[in-house]
């Protein structure tokens, strides 16, 4: 069980996650901020997307010095892009080219591309 204060992002589900197992936590409105207020010790810790997170750790090294990165997350979560029933049997092939594309575009790279620029905009 965590003791103390731990912040996390508002509209992440992490943070019910923690308030159900009774932990205290501070919702704010970036993951920078998450850990601004730990930085500050105002929080005990965050709870952070690793895949925001990491790229705001290492852009200022010396500016969050003090925070010791977990190597065992709090949580995992797989996204999946899901259509309707009704929707796939009329569609069926479109949906297929669909999925066989993001699959080409993980491979080749693109995907995460696409993810850096999005997490520049949430931080």
């Known amino acids: 069980m965590l003791d103390g204060t731990i912040s996390a ?6 943070a019910g996650t ?9 919702e704010v409105s970036s993951y920078r901020q998450t850990l ?3 930085q500050m010790n105002r929080v005990d810790g965050a709870a ?7 790229p705001i750790l290492k ?3 010396g500016g969050f010095s003090d925070i010791v990165r977990e190597a065992a997350p709090l949580s995992n979560k797989v996204g ?8 796939y049997r009329k569609n069926r092939e479109r ?4 999925w066989d594309a993001l699959a080409d575009m993980r491979r080749s790279g693109e995907i995460a591309k ?6 520049k905009q949430q931080q």
């Open 36 to 38: 601004q207020l730990t």
């Open 95 to 98: 949906v297929e080219r669909i």
């Open 114 to 119: 696409i993810k850096s620029r999005y997490i």
């Open 48 to 54: 952070v997307v690793e895949g925001y997170g990491a």
């Open 9 to 14: 992002k508002l509209g992440d589900s992490i």
């Open 18 to 26: 923690l308030k159900k197992a009774g932990v205290d936590v501070v």
């Open 80 to 87: 999946y892009l899901m259509f309707s029933k009704i929707f």
């Open 59 to 61: 852009s200022e090294p």
